[in-house]
Nanobody, 123 residues
Framework: QVRMVESGGGLVQAGDSLRLSCAAS????????MGWFRQAPGKEREFVAA????????YYADSVKGRFTISRDNAKNTVYLQMNSLKPEDTAIYYC????????????????WGQGTQVTVSS
């Protein structure tokens, strides 16, 4: 059974940085596009970033472009999200997900999900 476990969330102040990690097991990791999504209270889950299996291509939501960086280490079956210059509006539960589809920004096209990690940014 595929398992994906996020870590690295926490409570930080505006302007600070955090690095999220997502370790996957029982998955042919290198062939999956990995994505990060987030969901704030009362809001729908939204796309944050995605990275192709090889790591050669990345995609970002406009709201995080220039502040967040997605990367992956296929040898460790792990995907990362480096978050810099955090803002209060970045507060959400962050989820990693895996997909073989090409609709990388659409949550419903992702096959596997982690349980999420809370990120809270105070002003």
């Amino acid at each position: 059974q595929v398992r994906m476990v996020e870590s690295g969330g926490g409570l930080v102040q505006a302007g600070d940085s955090l690095r999220l990690s997502c370790a996957a097991s029982r998955l042919t990791f290198s062939i999956y596009t990995m994505g990060w999504f987030r969901q704030a209270p009362g809001k729908e889950r939204e796309f944050v970033a995605a990275i192709r299996g090889s790591g050669a291509s990345t995609y970002y939501a406009d709201s995080v472009k220039g502040r967040f960086t997605i990367s992956r280490d296929n040898a460790k079956n792990t995907v990362y999200l480096q978050m810099n210059s955090l803002k209060p509006e970045d507060t959400a539960i962050y989820y990693c997900a895996a997909t073989l589809h090409t609709r990388w920004t659409v949550a419903s096209f992702y096959e596997y999900w982690g349980q999420g990690t809370q990120v809270t940014v105070s002003s």
